[in-house]
Nanobody, 130 residues
Framework: QVQLVESGGGLVQAGGSLRLACVFSGRGLSSFSNFAMGWFRQAPGKEREFVSAISSNFGSTYSADSVRGRFTISRDNAKNTVWLQMNALKPEDTAVYYC????????????????????WGQGTQVTVSS
């Protein structure tokens, strides 16, 4: 019904930048504009953690303290795409990054909570070397 495909990961030196993209596919009530979108990451041996999110309607954004000021989330509903621009990357940003979608037609949820999301992508690896 809904598919999410991430791209843009790779190997970068500390201080560098990467731009992740997540392309959404769905139809009808499952159209992109009905979903809030989030980015999460998971490093080896660690739990999945919230990175950033953007609402479905007015594009309100939310970011983890660890990435605020360095990472920017944005979306283009016409292109069914959400991006995560990552600047000033640090070795501790190394992780698999996942795109997630939350259907916004239900009760208000906490976008920081991975359990709030209905669909997940397969992930893209980001490796930051020191």
């Amino acid at each position: 019904q809904v598919q999410l495909v991430e791209s843009g990961g790779g190997l970068v030196q500390a201080g560098g930048s990467l731009r992740l993209a997540c392309v959404f596919s769905g139809r009808g009530l499952s159209s992109f504009s009905n979903f809030a979108m989030g980015w999460f990451r998971q490093a080896p041996g660690k739990e999945r953690e919230f990175v950033s999110a953007i609402s479905s309607n007015f594009g309100s954004t939310y970011s983890a303290d660890s990435v605020r000021g360095r990472f920017t989330i944005s979306r283009d509903n016409a292109k069914n795409t959400v991006w995560l621009q990552m600047n000033a990357l640090k070795p501790e940003d190394t992780a698999v990054y996942y795109c997630a979608a939350h259907w916004a037609g239900g009760p208000r949820v906490d976008y920081h909570n991975a359990n709030a999301y209905d669909y997940w992508g397969q992930g893209t690896q980001v490796t930051v070397s020191s």
